[in-house]
Every structure is written in C-alpha cells, then in structure tokens.
C-alpha cells in the first residue's frame, strides 16, 4: 500500500496549488492513500493571521477541515483522504493547541519543531557563528524539544526528526547522548517518527534511523510535499532503506489510531 501523510498546499503561504491537485497527483502516482497535513494556525496569538507565510489563518481553520472531508467524499473510491495537520510543538502553547485540535475529527496529528531555545530551524547563519561547544549546547537543545514534544501526548507522529541536518553544516558529525535519551522517549511515549523525504537528504538519516529500530521507535512516510508534483516521492526508495535496517513494518492513522501496515522491500 502505497501512501503519503505529509502534504501541503496553498493555505499555508508557502506551497502551491490546491488540495485538490494534491489528492489528484496522489490518484495519478498510484497512491492507495493520501494524508493532507498543512500547518495549523498559530492558535495560541490573538492576532488571527500573524503569519500569512508560514500558516493560515485561524478563521480560516474550519474551511480547511471542510474542504479536506468534502475532497474525502468526493474521491471514495479512488483513494483514501486523510484528513491531519502539521502543529508546531511550542511550548507553554501545548493545551491550548490541544484544546482546539480536539474539537475535530482528525486522522493524525504530526508534530514538528521549527523554532527552538530562540533559534529558527533554518538559521544557518546563527549556525555557523558558534564555537564547537555552542553548537553542540545548540543540538542538544533541540533533542529536547524534540523529548519534550513526544511526551505531550498530543501528537501521533513526530515529523522531519534531526531537520538541522539539512541547514546546519557539520551537524550530523556532533555526537551527543541526547539522540539516544530523545530515541528512547520517543519508544516510551510510543509516538511514530516520520521518513521525511522533501530533500536529496532524507530525514532522520539512517544513522539515527538503524538507533530507533534498537529502541522500537514506529515510523511512518511523509513526502512533506509543498508542490503537487512531489506526492509520494521517494516512497519506494524509502521502504527498502527501513527494510534493509530491519523494519518490517510501518504506521498510517485513522480517527487518530494507528494502523501498522507490512513494509515490502
């Protein structure tokens, strides 16, 4: 079964095209299922719209939901639609989030983390102006994050894992116990961690991925699509490295329940 559970589209400010190009390129690469994830408004700002690149809007919420269930009704038959949302994991902000998400009928919640001890997923430019010790203090921060983020209970996947991979130059060469410490909360809060395959450089890489099969880390895919065109991609390609480390199986979710399904080579 081939599926996708991380998508994007034009509401969020930074994606293109519509839901509906999403679940029609799916239909069109053979998909069995498609999970639309766009990112949740900033829930906890009193401003209803306080980052038209980054999220939709809060009034804007509702349509989304109702949009992604007509698109469920309107495809049956074709394929199955997932109806998720990608939350930031911001904390103080948690209950608040939780509050709101719980007033709909989600499939799964991914939770991912951008912004971390006032740094940004994508500062490479802060990155680079740390000492070696700096460096690592930051990448330790952000396993935390990452700990803390599984142990909310809010989230069903934990997305785009060890990101600063891709931003951060030398970050995958820091060691710390950190990994292994947010490895085994991950387990111990039975959250599945996502394949992320939106770059050339997948993430997590197959490092920390052969560190979660030890552990018993669950893991899904998510293409993190921000363009209708990249549905799916690197699905296969993906199977067969969690195989060859050993998976033998992967997760999807409906009603906020998670389905394991047989991962093929």
Avoid at 185 to 200: L, P, R
Avoid at 207 to 227: C, I, M, N, P, Q
Wanted: aromatic fraction near 12%; charge should be negative; glycine fraction near 8%.
């Amino acid at each position: 079964m081939k599926f996708d559970l991380h998508t994007h589209h034009a509401r969020c400010g930074h994606a293109h095209g519509h839901i509906r190009d999403y679940i029609a390129a799916a239909v069109g690469n053979g998909l069995s299922c498609i999970g639309i994830s766009d990112h949740t408004p900033f829930f906890a700002e009193k401003e209803d719209h306080p980052a038209p690149e980054a999220s939709m809007a809060t009034s804007e919420f509702p349509a989304y939901v109702r949009e992604v269930l007509e698109l469920k009704r309107e495809f049956a038959g074709q394929i199955e639609v997932l109806l998720g949302v990608e939350a930031d994991f911001i904390p103080g902000s948690v209950d608040v989030y939780r509050k709101v998400l719980n007033d709909y009928s989600l499939d799964y919640i991914i939770g991912s983390v951008h912004d971390f001890a006032g740094v940004s997923l994508y500062d490479a430019e802060h990155w680079e102006w740390l000492t070696e010790a700096g460096k690592l203090e930051l990448k330790n921060s952000y396993y935390d994050y990452i700990s803390r983020s599984a142990q909310t209970g809010l989230y069903d996947i934990l997305g785009h894992v060890d990101a600063l991979n891709r931003y951060f130059p030398g970050y995958s060469n820091l060691y710390t116990e950190a990994a292994e410490h947010t490895l085994r909360t991950i387990a111990a809060h039975d959250v599945a961690m996502e394949i992320n395959s939106s770059d050339d450089l997948w993430v997590p890489g197959p490092d920390l991925l052969e560190r979660a099969f030890y552990y018993g880390v669950k893991v899904t895919f998510g293409s993190d699509a921000h363009e209708p065109a990249r549905v799916g991609e690197h699905f296969e390609a993906v199977a067969r490295q969690l195989y060859d480390i050993g998976y033998r199986e992967w997760a999807v979710f409906k009603k906020r329940k998670r389905i394991m399904l047989p991962l093929e080579r």
